[in-house]
């Protein structure tokens, strides 16, 4: 399938995880054992850990994938075809990060008075 927004053609399959979420439930998680640790609970503090541990682990099985485009980043959720995408892929990011930059160099050269 091809970008709605931009020519691209090159799209990936990501996790659409909410990441500050996920750190906000280790370090309340952490917190919280600590607390437990301190005051002697030290089946609590591995309990905690544990849940904690687990729910970031449920949390990531739960979440449905959305796929993003590597020129635009515009992202898609609830595509059909979407399975028929690869994972991110470093190489393809870098390669239209750099054609990214050269078009907006060049830009700003023709963009230039004189
Ligand atoms: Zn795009």
Redesign the pocket.
Known sequence: MQ?L??P?TELFVRKNFPQRLGVTIVVLGFALSCWAWYHHMVVATFAILMATALIDVLLFAFVGEILE?Y??H?QYIGITGMDAHEGFDLEIHEKHRQQMARLSMAAEETGQPG
Request: glycine share 0%.
């Open positions: 970008c927004v931009c691209s485009c020129r635009c515009a």
